[in-house]
């Protein structure tokens, strides 16, 4: 679902399954940078304090415009069409 050549925040656990084909970020509580996140509502994942808080970001995420484009299992993957804010910046450092 995440094509290649992109950046992408992504749960700890999936980062190195795309690392060989994109820019991978540690999915976090921060504000977002990348317009993919590959999240996990299903397990536990570092640096999260609880699965529980992994779903309320998913909720969050899809308030700030990110849309889910693919869900099962617990993996949720998102897309943004617009960079988010200050997105450049963060990615360029």
Do not use: C
């Amino acid at each position: 679902m995440v094509p290649s050549g992109v950046a992408v925040e992504a749960v700890n656990h999936v980062g190195p399954h795309l690392s060989a084909r994109t820019t991978v970020l540690l999915w976090n509580d921060r504000p977002p940078v990348a317009q993919w996140i590959v999240a996990d509502t299903a397990r536990g994942a570092y640096p999260w304090g609880s699965v529980d808080r992994q779903r309320e970001r998913v909720e969050e995420l899809k308030t700030m415009g990110y849309e889910a484009l693919f869900e099962r299992e617990g993996y949720v993957v998102l897309y943004r069409s617009a960079p988010p804010p200050g997105a450049a910046a963060e990615l360029a450092k």
